[in-house]
Structures are given as C-alpha cells and as structure tokens.
C-alpha cells in the first residue's frame, strides 16, 4: 500500500485484523469518519462521504498534534478494552471497532519518521493483539499467526525476515503464558460457578418477564374489554373527595419511574460476563433451559434487568428508594457469593418522571445498613422536580394513606398508555426493556399508579397498610391525606391479608443525617 507524505503531525491506523489486515489508513484530514464495509473491512473517509453499504463505526479527529476518536450513534467503541464513547488517542492506542469487530493500531508521525514497522513494532502488535481481542483464546491465537505470517509475506526487508524466528518464538511463549492466564482464569470461574448460575437464572427471569409482540397483542385486547369498566371506575374517582385528588396530583411529578440493568465482572480482568452465541447470533443455553454464560463468550453482556420506584426529597436533592431497589443483587445472595473472583456491578441506572421527557442518570449517594432504604442523586447537572415532604409525626391506626408508585412496572405503564400508543410499539417492534420506556416518555405516558389502604400498625421499624400494590411499586412514597411522607413502601406480606410494610420515615432522616456526615 502506498503512503501519502506524512504532515508535521500526522497519524494512521495500522489495521491488526479483518480484512484490510497489514494495511494503513492514513487520517489526512482534521475529522475523518471509520465505516465497516459489508465484508468486515474498515474504510477512512472524509466527513459526508458514505458507503453504498456499511456502518459508521467512528469519528477521529484532529486538534493540532492531539487526537481523539468519538464512537458513532449506534455503533460500539473500545480502546485499550475499555468501551467509550469519546476518547482522546496516544501512540500506540488499541482501537476495536464493534463487539467482534477489526482491531487496529493508532500511530503517529511526522516527515521523518514513516509507517516501516521494526521487528519489535510487529512482535508488539501481535502481543497486544493477544491481550487486547475479547475474541476466545483459540481464535485469538489463529489471528495471530495469520496476521504475522501475512506481514511476513508483504514486507521482503532482509532484516525482517531475519527476526522472523525469533518473533515466532516470542509468540510461542506470550500464547502459552496466555493460555496458563486463561486456564487460570477459567478454573477461577468454574470455582465459583454457584454465582454465575444465579445470573443465569436472575436473566432468565428477566428474558420470561420481557415484553412480547404477543403480549401486546392481549394487553389491547383486555384493553377493548375494560372500556365499559373503565367508565364506571371514572364515576367513582369523580366522587372522591378533594383532598385525596389534591395529594395525588401534587405529588405525581415528583414519583420515578425507576429502571436499572446489571451483570458480572471479573475483578482481575474487568472483563463483563457475556452470553455465548452459535454462529448464526442465537443465544446457547444449557440443559436446564438456562442461557450460557462465560467471560469469553462473544454474545452481548449478561444484563439483568429490573424496576422499580422512588421519589424526591423536598430541598435535599436526593431520590429515595429501596436498598433492594439501588442494590438489586442484595435479593440474589447467589449473585453475592465468590465475590473474591466476581463481583456484580450496574451497567445501568436511570429515573423517568411523568413532567421530564428522556431518562435521568442515576448514582447512589448513600445506602442504610439497618432498614432498606437508599437515596440516589442524578449524575452530572439535572434538576430534581420539587420533591415531597416527611411527615412529622408517626400515623395512626385506622388513619387512611394513599400508596404511590409503579407497580408491574412497564405493563401497568403500557395498560395505562392505550391501544392505539400500544399498536403503534407492536408495528414498529419496539419492545425491548429500554425501548418501551423511551418511548412511553416521549409519548408522556409515564405516571405512577395510587391505591388507597389503612394503617393496621404503626412502630419505629414499620408501618402495616393494606393499600393494594405488587412487585414493581418497592420505593414508592406512603402519604397522609396532607401529602407527607409517612413511610417508604418496601415489601408485600401475601400471606397476611395482603398486607404490606414500609418503612417509617424517621429512618429516613436518620440515612440523609449519615449521608451527611460522611461528606
């Protein structure tokens, strides 16, 4: 391949697999935009310039003698195995385009030094390519001695081939200390295969509580049905008094929606657990019906999926919520088990209000040791909406409180939402967990549900209520008919009337002053 005169600063990517292996592409402009062509090549083009067939993979660009590279919409980037959106370039970076996609080298240049690789660049790209794919060991040693061997091929320097021998010995002896590292890794995973077996089953849940094009299908034929019940069920909110209305509509705003995924990660290294996919893209699962899961598996992380509720604080900037909610694997003690090797982390946490179009990102600030409660604050700048107040004193027996949240998550949503807005999701196939959410959002179609219940009890470590609510509604704000907080909702009791229990807000106050402190 002939190479352009370098600039006083210039760079290319020297391309490590894929099609265009042994080749460079030059970035000749301040922005060049990376395509991957339908036979898995990488193609550098200038701004505005697209395939007749591709994906537009990423963009780099060029400040003077910096550079950076910014992942396209859509498309998935990791540089140095990490996975970015945007991130600044440094000689020698690792650049993976896609999930399994090329893998190049970023190099920089000026005129005197030109992209002739030495012995030690090639020997060095090969190792780096050994360590940086997150392809399987096999395939990653296959790659390797077919990239070196098509680099041998192509360059015809004496020199070169001199120290041929001596990089395929070097390569003999980084693959067999890569696979002693993967065969230690694996006995690490199979030692604690009891924990990667309750994200199986927590992901199966989850796949088995997804939304299907099916349930779309029934969701608008019980929609049809309910249309006379509907009706009286308004005549009766109509003759409810004022001041239940007043609280329910005052304190709407300020209940989330609250949406979260999470997975494993090996500590050593960072690398996600992962589904294993056949060749055609379809999940494997094991015997007992369960997906396969692995480190190395070349399928999209293992991403469990959860719901559920929260609400503003008045004047201190916080959600509060369930400990079980900000902290989901809390109710998987398999997931928690052989942490030394593994350890769960979230891939994602957002908020949805009824008055905020789009998802707010969420951290947690500060989690209770003695009750299950947690307060998360949005990451970065976002404003709160206005929040709700505590209740001063502890309510009393007989006294009715009304129960605000999302329970059933996203069907109690999308059965609130309509058949017309729920057909439109079923043509366009726009089912998927993050999906439905977004959409309901947009739509302005995201506002929690209430029931109305009397106190049973009231102590220091709960309140006992009958308000009708379910799996999904965990976090929510208990209110008096003032519209104050009296208790966080946080657990169902099916076998006792259908009870439920919260937990009193002097347990709240008592986390905001630790959170406090610990500042």
């Known amino acids: 391949m002939t190479a352009p005169t370098p600039s006083p600063c210039a760079a290319v990517l020297e391309h490590l697999t894929g099609r265009n292996r042994g080749h460079y592409s030059w970035i000749t402009s301040d922005a060049m935009d990376i395509w991957l062509d339908g036979d898995g090549g990488l193609r550098v083009l200038l701004p505005g310039a697209q395939l007749p067939e591709g994906?537009?993979?990423?963009?780099?660009?060029?400040?003077?003698?910096?550079?950076s590279v910014d992942a396209a919409e859509g498309a998935e980037l990791w540089v140095n195995r990490q996975q970015v959106t945007q991130a600044p370039?440094?000689?020698?970076?690792?650049?993976?385009?896609?999930e399994t996609g090329p893998l190049s080298r970023f190099r920089v240049y000026d005129d005197q030094t030109r992209p002739k690789p030495t012995i030690g660049e090639i020997l060095g790209d090969t190792v780096s390519y050994l360590r940086s794919s997150r392809?399987?060991?096999?395939?990653?040693?296959?790659?390797?001695?077919?990239?070196?061997?098509?680099?041998?091929?192509?360059?015809?320097?004496?020199?070169?081939?001199?120290?041929?021998?001596?990089?395929?010995?070097?390569?003999?002896?980084?693959?067999?200390?890569?696979?002693?590292?993967?065969?230690?890794?694996?006995?690490?995973i199979e030692s604690r295969q009891f924990q990667v077996d309750a994200v199986a089953a927590a992901l199966s849940e989850t796949q088995r509580d997804t939304i299907r094009p099916g349930d779309l299908t029934a969701l608008q034929e019980e929609l049809r049905a309910r249309l006379t019940v509907n009706a009286e069920r308004l005549e009766t909110l109509e003759a409810r008094s004022g001041a239940e209305m007043r609280v329910i509509g005052g304190a709407a705003g300020s209940v989330a929606f609250l949406q979260g995924g999470y997975g494993l990660r090996h500590r050593e290294s960072e690398q996600m657990l992962r589904q294993?996919?056949?060749?055609?893209?379809?999940?494997?699962?094991?015997?007992?019906?369960?997906?396969?899961?692995?480190?190395?598996?070349?399928?999209?992380?293992?991403?469990?999926?959860?719901?559920?509720?929260?609400?503003?604080?008045?004047?201190?900037?916080v959600i509060v919520t369930n400990r079980h909610v900000a902290l989901p694997w809390d109710d998987e003690p398999g997931v928690r088990m052989g942490g030394a090797a593994m350890e769960p982390v979230m891939i994602r946490f957002v908020a949805y209000f009824p008055e905020r179009v789009g998802p707010m990102e969420l951290s947690v600030r500060a989690l209770s040791d003695t009750a299950d409660l947690a307060l998360l604050v949005p990451v970065g700048e976002e404003v709160l909406p206005e929040g709700l107040s505590l209740a001063e004193q502890v309510p009393l027996p007989g006294q009715e409180v009304l129960v605000m949240g999302y329970p059933t998550g996203l069907m109690s949503l999308l059965a609130q939402s309509g058949e017309a807005f729920v057909e439109a999701l079923r043509e366009k196939g726009e089912t998927g967990f993050w999906q439905v959410a977004a959409r309901l959002s947009e739509a302005g179609r995201m506002s929690p549900l209430s029931s109305r219940g009397i106190v049973g009890q009231a102590t220091g470590a709960a309140v006992v209520y009958d308000a009708e609510t379910t799996h999904g509604g965990s976090g929510g704000p208990v209110l008096n008919l003032r519209g104050e907080v009296v208790a966080v909702n946080a657990a169902i009791i099916p076998e006792f009337g259908g009870s439920n229990l919260g937990v009193p807000v002097a347990q709240v106050r008592a986390l905001l002053g630790a959170a406090v402190e610990s500042q």
């Open 135 to 188: 392809r399987s060991l096999p395939r990653r040693a296959v790659g390797a001695c077919a990239g070196l061997a098509g680099r041998v091929t192509s360059d015809g320097a004496l020199l070169f081939r001199a120290g041929v021998l001596a990089a395929l010995v070097a390569l003999a002896i980084a693959v067999a200390l890569q696979f002693r590292t993967d065969r230690s890794l694996r006995a690490q």
């Open 89 to 98: 370039l440094a000689q020698g970076d690792m650049i993976e385009f896609g």
């Open 276 to 317: 294993v996919v056949d060749g055609d893209g379809v999940p494997m699962r094991l015997p007992n019906g369960r997906p396969m899961l692995s480190v190395e598996g070349n399928g999209p992380v293992a991403e469990v999926q959860f719901n559920g509720t929260g609400f503003v604080l008045r004047d201190e900037g």
């Open 55 to 67: 994906q537009h993979m990423a963009r780099v660009l060029r400040d003077g003698e910096r550079f």
